[in-house]
């Protein structure tokens, strides 16, 4: 693969586009983003209906809402005490900063170096808040990311660190508004790819790409 724009272009041929990120409302991003923390999206699901039927998904309500009933809420996503304080974390953040649309008035950079400061988001929650929720050009890297780029020959490596691969992304597709959907398809067609055939154990004679690293 020559580059990773070569590698969004045929990805998006084979998936078409992913509409991501499935929330209704920017602050429900922020809430999956913490929610999915070492958890499938299954789980997420359930917990964000639990609060969603508690009519919890605003950050004056998670605040609002005791530790002891948060946590019970969120019990299906896992690690439900530590994502209590965090989701409380960053809806204090959110409230603190005058709210979403507030938010989104600000620079891309310092909106990230303060999402990192908020105990419990760390790089890939805080990109994806940035880009799904709050509508910045930040590209948001997991481990699927990583393993695809190496795979298909973008990186010689598979233990490139977060800030490394999200800047190769970036120098080759700049951060600009123009490029907030290619971002968000790309990340999500990643994704996809990865949970369809480029599986840990990858489903190479099925895959449409080729020239890829023999895989152990
Ligand atoms: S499944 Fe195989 S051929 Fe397809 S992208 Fe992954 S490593 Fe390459």
């Not at 992913?18 to 999206?41: D, H, I, R, S, Y």
């Not at 002891?68 to 989701?87: C, D, H, N, S, T």
Request: proline fraction near 4%.
């Amino acid at each position: 693969m020559k580059s990773i724009a070569e590698l969004y272009e045929v990805l998006l041929k084979a998936y078409g586009e992913q509409n991501w990120w499935p929330a209704k409302t920017p602050f429900e991003v922020c809430v999956g983003a913490v929610l999915t923390q070492n958890t499938n999206w299954r789980n997420v699901e359930k917990a964000i209906e639990n609060l969603k039927r508690e009519n919890l998904l605003t950050p004056e309500a998670i605040l609002s809402c005791p530790d002891e009933k948060l946590r019970e809420l969120i019990k299906p996503a896992g690690f439900f005490r530590q994502k209590a304080e965090y989701l409380k974390n960053l809806s204090r953040f959110i409230v603190e900063n005058g709210g979403i649309e507030e938010l989104k008035k600000r620079k891309r950079e310092e909106l990230r170096r303060e999402l990192l400061k908020v105990k419990g988001i760390g790089r890939e929650t805080a990109d994806s808040i940035l880009l799904y929720a709050l509508d910045k050009p930040s590209f948001v890297v997991d481990a699927y990311t990583k393993r695809l780029f190496y795979r298909v020959r973008i990186t010689e490596t598979e233990s490139l660190s977060y800030e490394t691969v999200k800047r190769l992304v970036e120098e080759e597709i700049p951060p600009v508004e123009e490029n907030i959907g290619v971002y968000r398809e790309l990340h999500a067609l990643i994704v996809e790819h990865s949970k369809r055939l480029c599986r840990k154990s990858p489903l190479c004679s099925r895959c449409f790409l080729q020239g890829c690293r023999e895989i152990g």
